[in-house]
C-alpha cells in the first residue's frame, strides 16, 4: 500500500470545467509538494507546502489553485485549463522541508487529458 | 538550462547483466542525491539516496556512487532483472539561503531488459 494516495487517477475534463486532485499521505511528514511531468521533460515543481503553509509557488498560472488544509491532505483545484496542461499531476511528501536530507515520497499520480 | 542530466536516455542490459546509469550534476552545493524508480503508470519509487560527504551507499543489488570531482552520479543494478525495467531518475538537493530545500530532477533514463 502506497504511502501516498492520489484521487483520481485519470481525468478527463474540458477547458471551462472546474475539478479538484486529491492527495493524502499516511507518513506522517509535514510537507507536501505538487509536481507535474510531461512526456520528455523532467518533473517541474508547482507548489509545496511546509507544514500547511505555502512556501514555493514555482510560477505556475492562477488557473491552478492549491489548497493544504492540513498535513496529510493536499489539493489542486483546476478551471480554465488549455491543452497544454494535460500531463501527469504527481503529489509528493516529506518530512519537512527545511530538511535536506530526507527523500520525498511520490503517490501514482493523476492523469490529466484537457479537451 | 538544466542542472541534472543523464548520459543515455535508453540502456538495453540482458537479464542477468549489471547496469550502470549515470547522472551529471552542475551545481557543486547540491548537498543530497537521490534515485528514483518510476514504472509505466506509477509514481517515482524512492530506490536510493547519498549524501554529500559520501562516496558509495549500497542497497539491496544497487550502488550508488558520487564522485564530487567530477560532479557525477551513478547507479549500479547488480544482477538485473525483467522487474528492473523502468525509468530511472537521479535529482539533487540544493538548499539555498531561504533554507528551504528544493529538489531538481534529470530527465530520465529507460532501462529496457530483455529476458
Redesign the interface.
Known sequence: E?G?T?TPRHLVMGMTNKKSLKCEQHLGHNAMYWYKQSA????E?MF?Y?FKEQ??NNSVPSRFSPECPNSSHLFLHLHTLQPEDSALY?C?SSQA?????Q???????TRLSIL | GESVGLHLPTLSVQEGDNSIINCAYSNSASDYFIWYKQESGKGPQFIIDIRSNMDKRQGQRVTVLLNKTVKHLSLQIAATQPGDSAVYFCAENLRPSSGYSTLTFGKGTMLLVSP
Open positions: 502506497t501516498v492520489q520528455k521533460k523532467p518533473l515543481l509545496v511546509n512556501t514555493e504527481l509528493a522541508q527545511q530538511l535536506s536530507n527523500p520525498q515520497h511520490f503517490g501514482d499520480g
